[in-house]
């Protein structure tokens, strides 16, 4: 059997586009000296939508959209994975490629960083390479678990307070990634940047179950939601927290029964006001006014005009009356057991990770925790983290959990910094020549664990 080539020394290509290929938006942008995710990193809705005029708007289009009332939404990436390249390949053509683009890419001039989901399975890993080397044929590209390039971002001035010492590149030696995002939440260890791949565990609840469960449950008291999906999440970001006490939260909002009437504590109760799309107006979230009807007509979301901003009650408008929602939904992350799922919350699944690896390695590991996605945005989510990991975690041992600074862009970040590394990312990537020359399998064992893509312990 021939010995695998080794790769040939090689420049890079001038410029090198990050990817954060999320399920439900991209994080994309070119890489700059000094990146600024404000304003170098572009988010991207990742999916196609029609409307009910059926209008298709792809990516970007989407914020251009003036109606979200029972938008459909075709989404590529399901479960992490990209699963429909036909759809994601329409979705980068008009973000990176077309004339009226977010970004304008020369893929023969560009290198690509690309992240995926963890254990992505082997067959829509080589797709992904080809994809990206024969149809786009990018000069260059480095695939990787998302999670890996947060470890590139400065996490020391998180944990300890005090800026880092060296470049910004300068990667976090041991990090633990708590990663909960649309589709799932993740807990990857890193070492040295690298993913430990037995270690990876996966809670398969994320943006998306959550906005589904609090479709039901409105559906089932209140209006019927089931086809506004948009809206829902938008409700669910607005007016959703994670409770520091379950049971404390759910007996302050008990009504109580026919023979011992409560009354709910109203800090606990917001309403929310639904969009007038025929008006242009936003839906919004206000303080419970109890002497107003809650009810109005649920598929037209058509309340009388009046300013996003007032908080004063007007006649007729559809009111969303939320109170145990805004807590339980959030729980299932710590407690998935309430709607039948055989698997631990967030917490008890970061110690089942650490248990993959030596406990040597464990006091590292729990001061350096890291939660980025969307729903580490959640109020009090952080918190409850820290404070139920702290009575998981060995007595003698430091815990400390912090959000990123920009939950949502920290992996692009990540991968801005890396890509300032130029001699890192030589190393790491593949070249197109290289993908030519020793074929797709080669590919695939650089990328896996114990090439490049991780280890194994």
Not at 342 to 368: E, T
Not at 380 to 405: K, Q
């Amino acid at each position: 059997m021939p010995r695998p080539p080794k790769p040939k020394p090689r420049t890079l290509a001038p410029s090198t586009l990050i990817i954060d290929n999320g399920a439900y938006t991209l994080k994309a942008g070119f890489s700059t000296p000094t990146p600024d995710p404000a304003t170098d990193c572009h988010l991207i809705p990742n999916c196609l939508a029609r409307d009910r005029s059926r209008k298709t708007w792809i990516g970007a289009d989407l914020y251009n959209a003036t109606d979200y009332s029972e938008m459909l939404f075709r989404r590529p990436v399901e479960k992490g994975y990209v699963v429909n390249w036909e759809a994601q390949k329409e979705i980068w053509d008009r973000s990176f490629f077309d004339a009226g683009g977010v970004l304008k890419c020369d893929p023969h001039e560009t290198n690509l960083i690309l992240t995926e989901a963890p254990n992505a399975p082997q067959a829509l890993q080589t797709n992904t390479d080809q994809i990206v080397f024969e149809e786009y044929e990018f000069a260059s590209y480095y695939r990787c678990v998302g999670a890996s390039l947060n470890a590139y971002t400065d996490t020391q001035s998180l944990f300890t307070g005090s800026p880092s010492i060296g470049p910004a590149s300068t990667p976090t030696e041991c990090l633990l990634v708590l990663d909960s995002g649309y589709s799932s939440t993740t807990i990857t260890p890193l070492y040295q940047t690298y993913p430990l791949h037995p270690a990876i565990r996966r809670l398969n609840i994320g943006g998306h179950f959550l906005t589904n469960v609090l479709k039901d449950l409105v559906s089932q008291h209140q209006f019927y939601m089931m086809d506004e999906t948009h809206l829902m999440t938008e409700i669910k970001e607005s007016v959703c927290y994670v409770s520091p006490d379950f049971p404390a939260d759910l007996q302050r909002t008990w009504k109580g029964n026919p023979s011992d009437r409560r009354t709910p504590d109203p800090s606990l109760i917001v309403d929310y006001i639904l969009p007038d799309y025929s008006a242009g107006k936003r839906g919004y979230r206000r303080p419970h006014e109890p002497s107003l009807p809650t009810r109005g007509k649920p598929t037209n979301l058509l309340p009388p005009s009046s300013t996003t901003t007032t908080t004063t009650p007007t006649a007729n408008e559809n009111i969303m009356t939320l109170s145990t929602e805004r807590f339980s939904v959030p729980e299932l992350l710590f407690h998935p057991s309430d709607v039948g799922l055989a698997q631990v919350g967030a917490p008890d699944l970061v110690m089942q990770s650490l248990a993959n690896v030596p406990r040597g390695m464990w006091p590292a590991f729990l001061a350096n925790v890291l939660v980025v996605g969307g729903n580490s945005l959640l109020e009090g989510f952080v918190e409850r983290l820290a404070r139920e990991l702290r009575m998981l975690a060995p007595e003698e041992m430091l815990v400390r959990v912090h959000s990123a600074v920009d939950p949502i862009k920290s992996t692009w970040l990540g991968g801005a910094h890396l890509a300032n590394d130029h001699e890192r990312l030589r190393h790491l990537s593949v070249s197109r020549q290289e993908y030519l020359e020793y074929g797709a399998g080669w590919v695939a064992r650089r990328f896996a664990p114990g090439g490049t893509g991780g280890l194994d312990v």
